[in-house]
């Protein structure tokens, strides 16, 4: 421009120069549940496979601009979005797009949200939203944190015989997960079995109780005698301080059975103990246990299960005061008629048959086949011991020079 005097003379051509700057807003969102005070994390855009939306709202919650996030969990609004010098803004994190209510889809939750990374930039309630003031520079990390809820599942144990007595019983591993903590480490007893004390290294569990540190060996229950079914309920907590569901363990209790395992029993002790390694299936071959009453006709006949166990419960017709036999064999049994030879997999042999483990309870005759005298108790450990035989293999030379003398 130039400037005109009175006189009429001009001056010299200036020049104005204005500069100015794209104002940015942004941030990202991190997958952050590790209960302290920061929001960070490793990015994410779509939780449980659900798209995140974050929204830049003005004062009067009117939706100025909407966007997705990137597949890194991040996001930035700039002139173009409305963003301007001395204005007041919320942004708002949810699962869908301009909207100006948070969201997170199903078993999400806010952990936080914070301006920079500092303490003093850090929302006071962790909702999903947050008020940003643009005066005259770019604001930067404009963060949420957002949490998976841990889970924790249900778990129903196969029947196993009632020890009778104070007896504990070792309850199944509890199945709990957690996206960020991976297996947590604290269970809640929600609520108690009405017919078993429920203990945790010995101290007995009640309703409500909170134990950290969490090792699932030491959880045991001692049920009333008799058939039961010992129910009780608990849920888990992550390091954001989030519960999970609720979650169910169901196991029923046998008050009156036979029961035992087969093992791979080729040690030679000599002793009268059957041990070693649990098997169902040497060489392949599926065995079966089968008890017979005392006509000598099958009563019942089921295969090993995989960890080498087997169970007759007194559901399954196995009554008090009466003797039995339990076979070991190759052959199901048929209810009814006679009962199956003792036969195991070729280059398998008996070692011993045994009622709780003891020599008293060694059975004489090593054939595959046990008595068992039930009374009014079950009776446990009625094992089995079977080994391979060893092999020798036929071996020829090429002739050679007899060295003589």
Do not use: C
Not at 232 to 248: R, W
Not at 347 to 356: A, D, K, R, V
């Amino acid at each position: 421009y130039t400037a005109t005097d009175a006189a009429g003379v001009a001056s010299n051509t200036a020049t104005v120069t204005m500069a100015f700057t794209n104002l940015a807003l942004s941030g990202h969102v991190f997958d952050d549940g590790d209960g302290n005070d920061a929001v960070n994390g490793a990015g994410i855009s779509d939780p449980s496979n659900t798209p995140l939306y974050v929204t830049l709202v003005d004062e009067n919650t009117v939706a100025l601009a909407t966007m997705p996030l990137t597949a890194q969990g991040t996001y930035s609004f700039d002139n173009a979005d409305g963003v301007i010098p001395d204005t007041n803004y919320i942004v708002v994190l949810a699962t869908s797009a301009n909207a100006t209510d948070p969201s997170l889809p199903a078993n999400w939750n806010d952990t936080g949200e914070s301006i920079n990374s500092t303490a003093n930039g850090k929302d006071a309630t962790a909702d999903g939203a947050i008020a940003v003031s643009v005066v005259g520079s770019d604001v930067l990390q404009v963060d949420f944190g957002i949490n998976h809820a841990p889970v924790a599942a249900d778990k129903t144990e196969n029947m196993q015989l009632n020890p009778g007595g104070i007896t504990q019983v070792t309850v199944p591993v509890l199945e709990i997960t957690d996206t960020e903590d991976g297996g947590p480490t604290t269970v809640t007893i929600k609520t108690l079995p009405n017919n078993a004390i429920l203990y945790y290294n010995g101290t007995e569990m009640h309703a409500g109780d909170m134990i950290t540190n969490f090792d699932s060996a030491k959880l045991t229950v001692d049920p009333v005698d008799g058939d039961q079914t010992v129910v009780f309920s608990y849920t888990t907590t992550d390091a954001a301080g989030i519960e999970s569901n609720t979650a169910t363990v169901t196991m029923p209790f046998a008050g009156l059975g036979i029961a035992g395992t087969l093992y791979d029993d080729g040690n030679a002790n000599n002793n009268g103990s059957v041990d070693g390694a649990p098997l169902s299936n040497p060489s392949d071959v599926q065995l079966y246990v089968t008890l017979v009453g005392e006509d000598g006709n099958v009563i019942l006949s089921k295969s090993l299960a995989q960890d080498g166990t087997y169970l007759f419960a007194g559901e399954e017709s196995v009554t008090a005061n009466t003797n039995y036999t339990v076979v070991l064999s190759t052959a199901q049994g048929v209810a009814g008629n006679p009962a199956p030879a003792a036969v195991l997999p070729e280059n398998w042999n008996n070692t011993g048959e045994n009622i709780n483990s003891a020599g008293a309870g060694h059975d004489d005759d090593i054939n595959g086949a046990i008595a068992v005298s039930l009374g009014t108790v079950a009776v446990t450990q009625v094992d089995f011991g079977i080994n391979h035989a060893p092999t020798a293999e036929d071996r020829t030379d090429p002739a050679r020079s007899n060295p003589a003398g």
